[in-house]
């Protein structure tokens, strides 16, 4: 006798390409910045939940980036302490004149001060650093470790970031924005980026959301549940195409025999 009950399946996950870094991010780099052959600033967000491989990910990239472009960069960093962001081995700073001698550097406003009077102080420095990088032709990629906690911070600097949205490509300047969750911040971050980068998210409503941002929820839902967190395998999307493929990093990028990028890129970072 035939049985009447009928089991839940699977939802069919569509084939996305998985390959490691190793192989996919020689490309990635050559791309990133070069739509149809032209040197263009493109956006690119990163989505990943504490843990899953975010903060290694924005690391390898732009340690790749400035062994393949030496491009400028300048890395806003939030947290108390952070060991995988020091593995750029880049100058650490918080003032202006540190930003100016180093073509890569670490801007890390750091303070005993705990609470709103801690936040005051982050927000004041990180204020300062945005107003002086926006110059024209300021040929600089600048990185936010975490976008939605700096958006935060004041009001006029949510007024900063939203502007650097909508215009710094204008500036010849590059975004780099890594977020746990997306939700939480403006609508202009996932507008405005090129690039889109995804972890496995926490939880599935994280994932509807996240899945929303590369095209149909119905379709990329699965494909970021299934992602592998032990390899910490991650979703890359161009949006300009839709090129989309899965990847993990599988290699630590090398250093240099001083643990610092080699040569000086050009930058203007002027004074206000």
């Known amino acids: 006798m035939r049985s009447s009950l009928r089991y839940p399946t699977r939802p069919e996950i569509p084939d996305v390409p998985r390959a490691p870094w190793s ?20 956006h690119l967000e990163v989505l990943g939940p504490s843990g899953s491989g975010k903060s290694l990910f924005t690391v390898c990239i732009l340690k790749q980036r400035v062994a393949a472009k ?5 890395f806003i960093a939030t947290k108390p ?4 962001i020091r593995k750029l081995g880049w100058e650490v700073t918080q003032d202006w004149r540190g930003v100016q001698q180093h073509p890569q ?11 709103t009077k801690r936040k005051a102080y982050q927000a004041a420095k990180i204020q300062e650093l945005l107003d002086r ?16 906690y700096i958006e935060r911070l004041s009001p006029e600097l949510r ?23 997306p939700q939480g911040v403006t ?3 996932h507008a405005e980026t090129s690039w889109a980068v995804s972890f496995k998210p926490a939880d ?22 299934s992602l592998n967190p032990e390899k910490h395998e991650f979703l890359v999307q161009y949006r300009k195409t839709g090129a989309s493929y899965i990847s993990w990093i599988d290699k630590k990028p090398p250093r240099s025999p001083s643990g610092k990028p080699n040569g000086a890129a050009t930058v203007r970072r002027t004074h206000s």
């Open 23 to 42: 192989e996919i991010g020689p490309g990635f780099i050559r791309d990133w910045g070069r739509p149809n052959g032209r040197t263009e600033p493109e």
């Open 70 to 74: 030496n491009s400028g960069c300048v």
């Open 81 to 84: 302490a952070d060991s995988t």
């Open 105 to 115: 550097v670490v801007f890390w406003p750091r303070t005993r001060a705990l609470g």
């Open 133 to 148: 990088l926006w110059v024209p032709d300021s040929n600089n990629i600048v990185v936010w470790d975490e976008i939605a």
């Open 159 to 181: 007024d900063t970031v939203d502007m650097y949205l909508r215009e710094a490509r204008s500036q010849g300047i590059t975004l780099v924005m890594g977020k746990q969750r």
């Open 187 to 189: 609508r202009e971050m």
């Open 204 to 225: 599935h409503n994280d994932a509807e959301r996240s899945a929303e941002l590369f095209g149909s929820k119905k379709e990329w839902t699965p494909i970021l549940e």
